[in-house]
């Protein structure tokens, strides 16, 4: 009777280990980034990964896939598998390129998980040390007066950069250059040798680069009275209507289980809220954010929408 009852029981020990799932995680996870090394977002992706890395106990290694304005990675991820590694590190050009392109291999919005926000920030307008513009001011004064004889940079076509700069000028009633790159440390390179007059980029990437007096900062996105650099103006004390901050977040496949996005989403948390996190999130011109799932998704359907009657209005030609 006894051996019965001990075979019966080691039975049902072995049936319930063989039923339990396995902890998530228990391997490497891969974060995707579609812009090179060194620009804005890769300093902000490296600091999370290694923070959420650390609290899960496994390492988040980013990876780099360059292109497209981040389709290249978006696309990627799109098609991954649901098992939570592989995520995306998504910038806001995600909605521009939605808003610009005819046509995507993938659906914006419905070919992805939303895990969460990691921080907003406005864009940055910088020029050269030497630039001749002393300040928005008069780069708008100069830029009435030649027109198309001045330029700017973005990362890419449809980017934030280019969509906000284009908004911007036709707001302002100049006609300015636009020469795109793909993303990394080209805009700076081009600024700081004289063929860019003006560089729009993130204020993670400008502001690394303003402490080191490798630029000036002349002018911010942020909402009128927020600049986030005293003395320094925002575009809408100019413009009253062009106000917008980029956004940096992570999201996944479709189809993740609501489980691993919610564990994801709370550890993400835990990482923005962290002292450490928080402060170089701030320092790099950034707000820490802390959103649901569903909130993100919900910011980037607007992003997209704005952004479409952006690309009416200015009669920004379809790619």
Known sequence: MLLVTLSIYLFGCSHIAQAAPGVYPDRPIKLLLGFPPGGGSDIIARLIAKSLGDRLGVPVVVDNRPGAGGNIAAEIASKASPDGYTLLFLASAHATN???????SFDPI???SWIG??????LAMSVAPNSEFKNFADFIKLAKVNPDKYSYSSV?????????????????????????????????????AGRVDLMIDTMTY??????????????????????????????SEF?????????????????????????????????VNSPEVKQKLIEFGGTPQLVSPAQFRSRVEQDISNFKKIVITNNINLE
């Open 98 to 104: 939605a808003a610009i392109k005819k046509s995507q």
């Open 239 to 271: 413009a009253a209507k062009v106000v917008y901050e980029s956004w940096l977040g992570v999201s996944g496949p479709p189809g993740m289980s609501k489980n691993i996005v919610d564990s994801l989403n709370a550890e993400l948390k835990e990482v």
């Open 206 to 235: 400008s502001l690394a680069l303003l402490k080191d007096f490798q630029v000036r900062i002349i002018a911010t996105s942020a909402p009128k009275g927020r600049s986030p650099l005293a003395g320094v103006p925002t575009v």
């Open 156 to 192: 890419g076509v449809g980017s934030a950069m280019h969509l906000v700069g284009e908004w911007m000028f036709s707001e302002l009633g100049l006609i300015v250059k636009h020469i795109p790159f793909k993303g990394g440390t080209a805009p700076y390179t081009e600024l700081a």
């Open 117 to 122: 926000l990691v921080t907003t920030y406005p």
């Open 110 to 112: 419905n070919d992805f």
